[in-house]
């Protein structure tokens, strides 16, 4: 970078910097815990779109929720809480990509040098929401001790003092309970916050009084996030951009255009927080089950089948597969006519969906390894494929050919050994390539029995099959007992281990 100038405050542009002035006087409305590439090019996004449009006032008061989070909180703040983000993706098809300069912040927090700072938001009468991503391991409950002036590790647990602090602020009053938007991909993620912020409360005594407040007059809404951020782009791309852009920024990041968000809250919370008002593709729902279904079945799902039948046909990445003349047809069509059909949604909706979810795949900038997908591959399966094949099991239709073809090309990609070292289990592609793969040590030594007595005693292809699919703590329930589930997946395989590839 030629000019050597760092973002922040002092070279915006006379328009930028009355905006940054006006956001620093701006009433702090929002409590983000959380510095991450995800929260910043998610939901800080978002908000920054609100401000945009003048649908919204407030600003973010940000914090870290663990101590190794205090490098980014401390070039937030030598930043001004400026960073910039670049979109970039396809839309409909045709390449998109934008920058800007985000402005949100305005304060930011340590709360593990600023414990006193981090509780006295709980003083501001402007405070409404919470809003969290402290990842799935942030959000749960950890046996923790409080001692008075003394920081608390947890998440759940810094969310309880910070509420005990505005309940005797406001002496618990109604009117000053504060929403939760947690954004952890943990299911019924509201629920499990305030679980464990009562659990606490339990633990450290806390007034009876004040738990039924928390439960009263707080909102602890569920919710369900969809968005790839891809965060720093790589030295050679940050040198470009900042050549161009005469700034460096260390907490520069990207993020695809696709983005979703669905809240278990009445619509009318939109007057609050005006995320739809601004074009957002952000939904107040009744129940986020829909939701929740369509992103397992279709995006997860497709995750899935693509994975180990790519990695058995040497592929390595997503776009690669979908860009296949074979494997991109054979996930598009189990896409359209196996998985979709199998979900109790709108039909017409599903395909919108499914179309955004292809496009996602294709995205040129995101480089989405199929080894980081294919860990603990069968317990995705049981989750997100094997209900689509239920489905037809209950209507007395036989498995569709690809979904069968899915669990063959898993039962094939667990045909592991051990290394002579011990370190791992390995198999091979089609055309003799080796993997790892990672999973459970119990689950890779049973796939590695059944599939060396095939070998070591002649062991057909069908008893083999039937022998791993009737194994219920893989399953969950005997698959071998299907009718012709077995026989199918044995012809398959026959199939594929006389080929290079599928």
């Not at 405050?9 to 009433?27: F, M, R, S, Y």
């Not at 978002?46 to 205090?70: H, N, W, Y």
């Not at 919370?269 to 729902?285: I, S, T, Y």
């Not at 591959?377 to 690809?402: A, E, N």
Request: net charge negative; glycine share 8%; charged share 25%.
């Amino acid at each position: 970078m030629l000019s050597g100038l760092k973002l922040n405050g002092t070279i915006l542009d006379e328009e930028a910097k009355q905006q940054l002035k006006k956001l620093q006087g701006d009433p702090i409305r929002i409590l983000q815990i959380g510095e991450g590439n995800f929260i910043r090019g998610f939901f800080d996004w978002m908000i920054s779109e609100c401000r945009k449009q003048g649908l919204f006032d407030g600003s973010i008061a940000v914090t870290q929720p663990r101590p190794s989070g205090k490098t980014k909180i401390e070039e937030l703040r030598e930043q001004d809480g400026l960073f910039s983000l670049i979109i970039r993706g396809l839309v409909k098809g045709e390449p998109v990509e934008n920058k800007e300069i985000i402005n949100v912040f305005g304060k930011v927090i340590d709360p593990y040098t600023e414990w006193d700072a981090f509780l006295s938001l709980a003083e501001n009468e402007s405070l409404q929401f919470v809003v969290s991503n402290t990842t799935e391991a942030g959000l749960v409950y950890r046996e923790e001790s409080y001692v008075e002036g003394q920081p608390l590790l947890s998440f759940p647990g810094k969310i309880t003092m910070l509420l005990y602090r505005r309940y005797l602020a406001f002496n618990g009053a109604s009117d000053r309970g504060l929403i939760f938007l947690p954004c952890e991909l943990i299911e019924r993620n509201g629920d499990v916050l305030r679980d464990c912020v009562l659990r606490y409360a339990g633990d450290w005594e806390l007034p009876d009084e004040f738990k039924s407040w928390v439960m009263s007059h707080n909102r602890f809404l569920n919710s369900l996030v969809d968005r790839i951020v891809t965060g720093h782009p790589g030295e050679v791309q940050a040198g470009a951009w900042f050549e161009e852009w005469g700034y460096g920024d260390k907490l520069v990041s990207t993020a695809e255009p696709y983005h979703l968000w669905a809240i278990e809250g009445e619509p009318e919370l939109d007057n609050l927080l005006p995320l739809r008002k601004a074009g957002l593709n952000v939904h107040w729902v009744e129940d986020l089950k829909p939701y929740q279904l369509r992103k397992v079945r279709i995006l997860n799902g497709a995750h899935t089948l693509m994975t180990t039948i790519g990695i058995l046909s040497d592929l390595e990445h997503v776009r690669e597969l979908m860009e296949h003349d074979e494997l991109g047809t054979f996930i598009r069509d189990a896409i359209e006519e196996e998985i979709i059909p199998a979900l109790p949604l709108p039909l017409d909706e599903m395909k919108i969906y499914a179309d955004s979810v292809i496009e996602r795949y294709l995205n040129p900038y995101i480089v989405h390894r199929l080894s980081d997908i294919a860990m603990n591959s069968i317990s995705k399966f049981r989750v997100r494929l094997l209900p689509s094949m239920i489905h037809y099991r209950d209507q007395g239709i036989p498995i569709p050919s690809r979904l069968t073809r899915g669990l063959a090309g898993l039962l094939r990609y667990y045909k592991v050994k051990q290394n002579e070292q011990g370190e791992g289990y390995y198999g091979t592609t089609f055309r003799g390539s080796s993997y790892m793969v990672r999973d459970e040590i119990v689950l890779l030594k049973l796939f590695e029995t059944v599939w060396s007595e095939k070998e070591a005693k002649g062991i057909g292809m069908l008893e083999t099959v039937k022998r791993l699919l009737a194994n219920v703590d893989l399953w969950g329930q005997d698959l071998s007992q299907w009718d012709g589930l077995a026989e199918a997946v044995s012809i398959q395989l026959t199939e594929l281990e006389t080929r290079e590839s599928l």
